[in-house]
């Protein structure tokens, strides 16, 4: 049963982040570009839901190494190389990193009231954590990536997933990484509720 929650935390990553997201992102009305008082009145009128976003965040993160970590678990063939199973569980660990680092930032941008005339801060802060979700791209190709190549090595998943695996994982290293993310989100979530399946039937052999 424990295997199986931990094969069905990938989808539970999944649905966190884009609740996080949605809860915890800047404002659409504001970009890096803008004047720094516009940018901090927004952030400072959003202050509950940049908390509560983040905090979600972080708990997506934590999801992530459990899932992980489920990963790198995998049952291969012996003669089998896990070489790549090491990457993606690297690349897990990579991106929950990078979220932790990310909520953190979006957890500052809602600290303050007021920002006084310290406007350039609200700005700094939205640019880093505009950048920041970038950033989560290089490790969920790792661990996208690690995933593939087991996957049409050994056929541990659907070959389905592992083809919709391979144009994720470059689409995250493209000027088109935004797309790539909710790609990986898809991965994820399809890839957790294939293994969680598995899993279940498993146990009631």
Do not use: C
């Amino acid at each position: 049963m424990w295997r199986a929650a931990a094969a069905f935390s990938g989808a539970i990553f999944a649905i966190a982040f884009v609740f996080a997201v949605g809860a915890g992102g800047p404002p659409a009305s504001i970009e890096p570009i803008d004047a720094a008082d516009k940018i901090a009145q927004a952030l400072s009128d959003n202050r509950t839901n940049l908390v509560t976003g983040n905090y979600i965040l972080l708990l997506a993160s934590f999801v992530l190494v459990v899932f992980s970590g489920y990963l790198r678990h995998i049952e291969v063939p012996e003669e089998g190389d896990e070489w790549p199973l090491t990457v993606a569980l690297g690349g897990g660990l990579m991106t929950a990193g990078m979220l932790v680092v990310v909520a953190l930032i979006g957890i500052a941008q809602g600290q303050l009231e007021s920002y006084g005339g310290d406007a350039v801060v609200a700005r700094t802060l939205l640019t880093l954590g505009w950048n920041g979700m970038w950033m989560i791209a290089p490790g969920l190709t790792a661990l996208i990536g690690g995933t593939t190549l087991i996957t049409f090595n050994y056929e541990t998943l659907p070959r389905a997933i592992g083809f919709i695996g391979t144009i994720v994982a470059i689409l995250l290293l493209t000027p088109w990484w935004g797309i790539g993310i909710v790609g990986a989100l898809i991965w994820v979530g399809a890839t957790s509720i294939t293994l969680g399946i598995r899993e279940l039937r498993a146990s009631e052999v």
